[in-house]
């Protein structure tokens, strides 16, 4: 943190991170989870007809604080960054618990588990401060696709900064050509 971040940080690039660490995660601690990437918006997410569960990182918000000094373009900008989680009642059907969706919210608590506790605390590439959890709500449950899903929000900061003008005096290593 400090000195390695970049000069300027995507709005989408927090998502990059996220999808990196949450992949490596699930091969590490063998989730039950079909898919991790990256998706526009909940739309995007919603058009993949997978019966399996799976999860998408979307960009929420950028916001960016006051300059601490006047006429200083350093600025620290906070990233939302939402996890959609998508899960299917396996025990669909009438009369049965998982045609209420009950089936389905168990496993998302499971998997928003396993995404808490690789997300939270954890110090995204570029970013100033660990990453922290926002909030978490209900999106919608589909009834004829017997899907649950979910968004929880974190937030990482980074800082942007305009880049420093080269150096005109003589070349690092002494050669004058």
């Not at 089936?103 to 506790?117: G, T, Y």
Request: with cysteine; hydrophobic share 40%; proline share 6%.
């Amino acid at each position: 943190m400090g000195s390695d971040v970049s000069p300027f940080v995507s709005p989408l690039q927090p998502c990059d991170d996220f999808v990196a660490r949450l992949a490596d995660q699930r091969a590490e601690r063998k989730w039950k989870m079909d898919k991790i990437q990256s998706a526009a918006d909940l739309v995007s997410a919603q058009a993949d007809t997978s019966k399996r569960d799976r999860v998408y990182v979307v960009p929420l918000d950028t916001s960016a604080a006051e300059p601490a000094i006047i006429g200083v373009t350093e600025q620290q900008l906070t990233h939302g960054v939402g996890v959609i989680f998508a899960a299917r009642n396996r025990a669909a059907g009438p009369g049965r618990r998982g045609a209420r969706g009950g089936a389905a919210l168990n496993d998302i608590e499971a998997h928003r588990h396993n995404v808490a506790h690789a997300l939270i605390g954890w110090c995204a590439p570029g970013a100033v401060f660990p990453t922290t959890y926002r909030r978490g709500t209900l999106l919608r449950f589909d009834a004829s696709a017997a899907t649950i899903w979910w968004q929880d929000e974190y937030q990482v900061e980074t800082r942007w900064w305009p880049e420093h003008e080269p150096s005109t005096g003589d070349a690092p290593d002494g050669d004058d050509d």
